[in-house]
């Protein structure tokens, strides 16, 4: 005899489950945000320090429906799931975490760029090379080393809620 399966959609496999189960939507959703929050603790611990930790401290896990304009950067940014969590930090984190190669910074309106001096006069050029930046990894490599223990809570919290049906 064969095994047979039904493929469904998201939305007909979660109305089931909570036909099933009721409480595990909840569980699972308490335990996104707790792994979103602590792969954010973490991820600050590691952020690279500037002068100002504005960088460090902006760096946050929250559900995507509480920041609907921001993306975040587990990239879960299409997701139909209502109870998805994200880790959201400034924009600069992709310069942070990949680096950036040298280029040209050329002035798009006037003909020359003006710099203050040493000296403090102004100092007109056509244009700069930016030397680049080194790449400082902190956001992929700390997910990638709690993505196990996460992956255990969040099925923890599931069990949970399909033990706790099973008992009724």
């Known amino acids: 005899m064969a095994l047979q399966a039904k493929i469904v959609g998201r939305e007909a496999l979660s109305r089931r489950l909570a036909q099933l189960a009721p409480n595990v939507e ?14 954010a603790e973490r991820m600050r611990d590691a952020a690279p320090r500037g002068a100002t930790l504005e960088y460090a401290e902006s760096i946050d896990g929250d559900f ?6 921001a993306h975040a950067l587990t990239g879960a940014n299409g997701t139909k799931d ?15 975490e990949f680096g950036t190669s040298g280029h040209p910074i050329k002035p798009k309106l006037a003909k020359m760029l003006a710099f203050t001096g040493k000296d403090g006069e102004q100092v007109f ?10 790449a400082h990894p902190h956001l992929f490599p700390i997910w990638r080393a709690f993505r196990p223990q996460a992956r255990r809570k969040l099925l923890a919290a599931v ?9 009724k």
């Open 26 to 39: 909840k569980y699972a959703a308490d335990a996104k945000y707790e792994i979103a929050q602590e792969a």
């Open 64 to 69: 995507l429906r509480n920041r609907p304009g």
């Open 82 to 96: 209502p109870s998805a969590a994200g880790i959201f930090a400034m924009f600069i984190w992709r310069f942070l």
């Open 125 to 134: 050029v056509k244009g700069v090379k930016h030397p680049g930046s080194r």
């Open 159 to 167: 069990n949970r809620g399909v033990r706790e049906a099973m008992k």
